[in-house]
């Protein structure tokens, strides 16, 4: 990841959803996450890369050390 990077990430049931920007690292620090489907999408890019708008689809559980992808497709 790259610092500047926006990136639009919610949940299926809507209990989340915010747009986050990439840090000096090229990290979005998300606390609390709940288990469940999220999604997130790349909004904005740093000068000089392409977007990369597609959508992302995770599975979070809680008792996994890794989240698990389900698809690339909404």
């Known amino acids: 990841m790259l610092q500047g990077a926006a ?3 919610w949940t ?3 209990s989340f959803d915010e747009t986050k920007k990439t840090d000096a690292n090229g990290k979005i620090e998300l606390t609390g ?3 469940g489907v999220w ?6 890019s ?3 890369y392409l977007l990369d708008s597609t959508p992302l ?3 979070h559980d809680f008792y996994s050390l890794l989240p698990r992808y389900i698809t690339s497709n909404q």
Not at 39 to 44: C, G, I, L, V
């Open 7 to 9: 990136f639009h990430i």
């Open 12 to 14: 299926k049931d809507g």
């Open 33 to 35: 996450l709940l288990d």
């Open 39 to 44: 999604y997130y999408q790349e909004t904005a």
């Open 46 to 48: 740093p000068e000089g």
């Open 57 to 59: 689809i995770v599975e």
